[in-house]
């Protein structure tokens, strides 16, 4: 099993992830962020917390609306390394560790974000749990993670790197470990179901306040078959959450 931080950490999956970063009219860019950037909306004078923060563009941007601090955390020393120079605002921190076992300071935060991070962590309840300790009173949680149906197929044996226009979903409801194909490698993602991820907010201490799945808007597009393409499947879930008053 490869864990994210150790896929990310590999010379070539680093190299060839921030090419494909770099392809006109790729689904993190197109799709994904700005959906992100409308469920976050307004951060004025928020202390955000950015688990996952990868190479700090979306910590640099978060600083330009506003935010009063910014604190990435990312476990992958390449990426921290990247965001450390992409970040340069006296608010910020990024920090180099596992976010599943960081000691989070109590009651600090106004917003915590991620983007496509939580499909790598194994135990979210544990996880759930340590941030809901982490938030203000009335903080929410915004993130984003690989849509179930892709986590539901194990690719590890589809070695596809190829543009694709049809997606399998397999196993379904056998949730857990995938070891997938991906850029070349394998790498270990977590599949869960919508009613997993529901269930673990409840369990959690979480309500649910917004859903959304990535359906593609047209103007995001520069090209018009790619755009009909990603009307095929979902490719990710957003998910908005606030905390539950304590019983």
């Not at 976050?40 to 330009?64: P, T």
């Not at 992409?86 to 990024?94: D, G, K, L, R």
């Not at 409840?202 to 103007?219: A, H, I, M, W, Y």
Request: negative net charge.
């Amino acid at each position: 099993m490869v864990s994210g931080p150790q896929f990310f950490d590999d010379d070539d999956i680093f190299e060839s992830y921030w090419a494909r970063r770099k392809r006109q009219d790729n689904p993190n860019d197109t799709i994904e962020k700005p959906i992100m950037l409308e469920l976050v909306d307004n951060v004025k004078y928020m202390n955000v917390l950015d688990l996952g923060c990868g190479g700090g563009d979306f910590g640099e941007l978060l600083l330009s609306m506003g935010c009063q601090t910014y604190t990435g955390i990312d476990a992958s020393s390449k990426m921290i390394e990247r965001a450390g120079k992409t970040i340069s605002s006296p608010q910020a921190t990024v920090i180099h560790s596992d976010i599943a076992t960081y000691d989070y300071v109590p009651q600090q935060y106004h917003l915590i974000v991620s983007r496509l991070t939580l499909h790598y962590v194994e135990n979210l309840e544990n996880l759930f749990i340590r941030l809901r300790s982490a938030l203000k009173q009335d903080g929410k949680i915004i993130f984003s993670v690989e849509h179930p149906v892709l986590t539901s197929n194990n690719m590890a044996t589809e070695k596809l790197d190829t543009f694709r226009d049809v997606w399998t979903v397999k196993d379904y409801f056998q949730t857990g470990a995938r070891d997938v194909w991906w850029m070349g490698k394998q790498v270990t993602k977590y599949h869960r179901t919508i009613e997993d991820y529901f269930k673990l907010f409840s369990d959690t201490g979480f309500q649910l306040v917004n859903l959304r799945e990535s359906k593609p808007s047209p103007q995001n597009f520069s090209n018009p078959h790619e755009y009909e393409r990603r009307l095929n499947v979902p490719l990710f879930l957003f998910f908005v959450l606030k905390t539950t008053p304590n019983k």
